[in-house]
Each structure stands twice: as C-alpha cells, then as structure tokens.
C-alpha cells in the first residue's frame, strides 16, 4: 500500500512562488512516476507534470517553464516549485503515483492566487 501526503499548498500575489511537497510512504519500489494534477473550481482535473524514476520530467504547456518538478531519492518526497504564478492556477493540487499499474492520490493541498 501507498500513501501520498500534500502540503506546502497557501495565498499568494500574482507573480509569486509556492513549493509544494508530496510524501510517499509504503511500497514505492519500482515506482513509474510521481506527479501532480490539479483541479479548478468547476473544471476537471487537469494533469500538470510527473517526474519518472530515472528523474526525467514532463510537464503541461500551460505551466511548462514556469513549474519544476523534483524529488528527494533519500526522503522518498517530490516537490513542485512554482513560479511566475497566476490567478489561472488557483487550484486544489494533488499529488499522484503510478506503481505495477496503479495510481495513487494525495489529499491535495490548495493553491489560490490572488492578490
């Protein structure tokens, strides 16, 4: 079993940045990858970005330089940095494992950007 704890997620002006964590606990082993979606307000789910266990990374066109996944092999946590943010990425973000086949989901952390 695994388990994905979110934090990290607060209010912040337009232009600024927030680093989200993730925390994966159990059987991670041969993970695929970890990630984050994120959900608007009356919109679906969107994907936003996932870094492989190799530590290659992808990300949506629409956060695509501005957003930087990362992971800590020794801390089994993944974070997203976000920068140059928007009101459009105001969002509950969560974070996300696919292992053998199987995804897992955080408890999301929300992002608001406001000013």
């Known amino acids: 079993q695994v388990q994905l704890v979110d934090s990290g997620g607060g209010l912040v002006q337009p232009g600024g940045s927030l680093r989200l964590s993730c925390v994966a606990s159990?059987?991670?082993?041969?993970?695929?990858?970890m990630g984050w979606y994120r959900q608007a307000p009356g919109k679906e789910r969107e994907w936003v970005g996932f870094i492989t266990s190799t530590g290659s990374t992808s990300y949506a066109d629409s956060v695509k330089g501005r957003f930087t996944i990362s992971r800590d092999y020794t801390k089994n946590t993944a974070s997203l940095q976000m920068n140059s943010l928007k009101p459009e990425d105001t969002a509950v973000y969560y974070c996300?494992?696919?292992?053998?086949?199987?995804?897992?989901w955080g408890n999301g952390t929300l992002v608001t950007v406001s000013s």
């Open positions: 996300n494992l696919v292992r053998i086949g199987a995804r897992y």
């Open positions: 159990g059987d991670i082993v041969g993970f695929n990858y």
